[in-house]
């Protein structure tokens, strides 16, 4: 199973809204809403954002919301803080009682 | 508060076998899937292998099936991984994971890792 495809690195500017892609295929990302993403910040173990394509765990920012359309799944961040820099996954389920995460996208905030 | 203490992670030989552990507490430890999900140092994540509630279910990633054996120990709230025949692949920051109520690919309480080193 590949790796689902992020962009290695994304920018923005405070109070700006980001957008993070994650592609996979109908047989992952596509195939069933049954994705999440993750945030990491430097040294520390990653937490959950969004599950099951666009819900948020209770705690998580509003600012922070999910999607999907066909075999692309977003991240978008709005309003962004300095707080949110860090490195982003996103993870599907692909059947077969396995999971895929993306590669990770490094956000920076200017 | 949910904690997650992995253990057991040294510098060991091409070809040698470890045991990690990982001690649960602050949850009711029965009633979650739990997984292991490793990191590479300076890269991304990867997903090990996870057992259902009380250990009659197990699956793994294609890179570790048939070395990687996932278990654990509902009496002492323990999740292990034992893996053998290591590889310089498997070198990583080992992460101890329950699973979010919803279910896969969800998880929402991470462990601090456990830094494993393949190197002769």
């Known amino acids: 199973q590949s790796a689902l495809t992020q962009p290695a690195s994304v920018s923005g500017s405070p109070g700006e809204s980001i957008t993070i892609s994650c592609t996979g295929t109908?047989?992952?990302?596509?195939?069933?809403?049954?994705v999440s993403w993750y945030q990491q910040h430097p040294g520390k173990a990653p937490k959950l954002m969004i599950y099951?394509?666009?819900k948020r765990p209770s705690g998580v920012s509003n600012r922070f919301s999910g999607s999907k359309s066909g075999n692309t799944a977003s991240l978008t961040i709005s309003g962004l803080q300095a707080e949110d820099e860090g490195d982003y996954y996103c993870?599907?389920?692909?059947?077969?009682?396995?999971?895929?995460f993306g590669g990770g996208t490094k956000l920076t905030v200017l | 508060e949910v904690q997650l203490v992995e253990s057991g992670g040294v510098v060991v030989q091409p070809g040698g076998s470890l045991r990690l552990s990982c001690a649960a507490s602050?949850?009711?430890?029965?009633?979650?899937?739990m997984h292991w999900v490793r990191q590479a140092p300076g890269k991304g994540l990867e997903w090990v292998s996870v057992?259902?509630?009380?250990?009659?279910?197990?699956y793994y990633a294609e890179s570790v099936k048939g070395r990687f054996t996932i278990f654990r120990d509902n009496s002492r709230g323990s999740l292990f991984l034992q893996m053998n025949s290591l590889g310089a692949e498997d070198s990583a920051l080992y992460y101890c994971?329950?699973?979010?109520?919803?279910?896969?690919?969800?998880?929402?309480?991470w462990g601090q890792g456990t830094l494993v080193t393949v190197s002769s």
């Open positions: 057992v259902n509630w009380d250990g009659s279910h197990t």
């Open positions: 602050g949850f009711t430890f029965t009633n979650y899937s």
């Open positions: 099951e394509v666009s």
């Open positions: 109908s047989s992952d990302v596509g195939g069933y809403n049954r």
């Open positions: 993870c599907s389920y692909v059947g077969s009682n396995h999971v895929v």
């Open positions: 994971t329950k699973e979010h109520y919803s279910g896969w690919p969800s998880i929402d309480s």
